[in-house]
Structure formats: structure tokens, C-alpha cells
């Protein structure tokens, strides 16, 4: 295996900084993906090289506080990149209300439409500091459930997928509404690229 695949790297937007104005700024967009993604991903990647370094030196580590400085930061590479992937321009197919399977199984779970948004709603706004609002998929019951991550802990069982995710922490809005993160939360249903949602609830139930 090449040396490049062992450690990761920051997947660039699939859009250009501006598209998702006027929902998220350039400047908000670029400094939240360039530096705060990128250094989730460049802290994974030095404990990745402690470790490497630490074994073929045969020193100790501190292992509990690199499995959680790992257990953080690869959190967040992971959240990041679901993030920029569920988003969209509307020219791009952002916004609107979801069909197909994810339309039909939100509506068999919540009743309607407007009951699921105004639920994953009410999760994201009153996260506590700073966290995430996550549509995810339990493979038993086969049955959606909105969960609310704190910081980056993604404490998924393992039969859970995570399908959608929206961040609030403040460094996610704070240049574009200050301290309003409900205005934040709201602009974001004029964001969702449903057919990628749909595509990834699909990938689950084959
Ligand atoms: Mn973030």
C-alpha cells in the first residue's frame, strides 16, 4: 500500500465556495471547510504519526488521551465530509422536500413531512454548545431516528448508519448570523441535497 493511503486527507468541496449563497457565505463556507476541516484532518493524521513513530521506536504512549484526541478529530473529518456532501445549491438540487424511498419512509416514520423538520429542527437548535443534529438509519428495525451528537462524539451502535447531519457549532454560522443559530438551522432546509440523502438510505436498504 502506498504511504499517501494511510493517512487522510480533505476532500474538496463539490461545489464552488459562493454556491451556497445566500444561505452560506464564501467567506463562511471557505473558512469552515479550509480551516476547521482541514484541521481535524491534519490532527488525525499527527496521531497517526505518533503512533507510528512511537512503535517503531518501541516508546510509550499516552494511549487513552490519543484514542480521544483520534476519537475527536476523525469525528469531525467524518461528520465534515457527510456535511458538504448532503448540502446543494438549489440550481443543484437543494431544498424542497424529499421523494422516493427517504420521502416515503420519513412520512411512515413521522406522519409527515413537516413533522420530521420540525423535529431534526428542535434537535439542532437546542444542541448544547457546541454539536451536530444527525438524521440516522437503524438496520434492525429499519426505522430513521434523529440523533444529537455532542462535540464531534459520533456513539453510533453499529447497526446505525448516519444518512444526514447538520453542524451547529458556532464556527459553522457564527460570520453569517452571530449568535442566531435557529436562523442558521432554518436556512439550512433550503440547502438539503435530498437526492444524495435518498441515495445513501438506498445504499442501506439493497
Ligand atoms: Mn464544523
Not at 449568535?179 to 442558521?184: D, M, S, T, W, Y
Request: glycine share 6%; with cysteine; charged share 25%.
Amino acid at each position: 500500500m502506498e504511504e499517501k493511503m494511510k493517512f487522510y486527507s480533505l476532500p474538496p468541496l463539490p461545489y464552488s465556495y459562493d454556491a451556497l449563497e445566500p444561505y452560506i457565505s464564501e467567506e463562511q463556507l471557505g473558512l469552515h471547510h479550509d480551516k476547521h476541516h482541514q484541521s481535524y484532518v491534519t490532527k488525525a493524521n499527527t496521531v497517526l504519526e505518533i503512533l507510528d513513530k512511537a512503535r517503531k521506536e518501541g516508546a510509550e504512549l499516552n494511549l487513552s488521551a490519543l484514542a480521544k484526541e483520534f476519537s475527536f478529530n476523525i469525528g469531525g473529518h467524518v461528520l465534515h465530509s457527510l456535511f458538504w456532501s448532503n448540502l446543494a445549491s438549489a440550481n443543484q438540487g437543494g431544498g424542497g422536500e424529499p421523494s422516493g424511498t427517504l420521502g416515503d419512509l420519513l412520512k411512515d416514520e413521522f406522519g409527515s413531512f413537516e413533522r420530521f423538520k420540525n423535529e431534526f429542527t428542535k434537535v439542532a437548535v437546542s444542541a448544547e454548545g457546541s454539536g451536530w443534529a444527525a438524521l440516522s438509519f437503524c438496520r434492525l428495525t429499519r426505522r430513521p431516528i434523529i440523533m444529537q451528537i455532542e462535540k464531534h462524539n459520533v456513539n453510533v451502535f453499529p447497526d446505525f448508519r448516519i444518512i444526514m447531519v447538520l453542524d451547529v457549532w458556532e464556527h459553522a454560522y457564527y460570520l453569517d448570523y452571530k449568535n442566531e443559530r435557529a436562523k442558521f438551522v432554518e436556512a439550512f432546509w433550503s440547502l438539503v441535497n435530498w437526492g444524495e440523502v435518498n441515495k445513501r438510505i438506498e445504499e442501506l436498504l439493497k
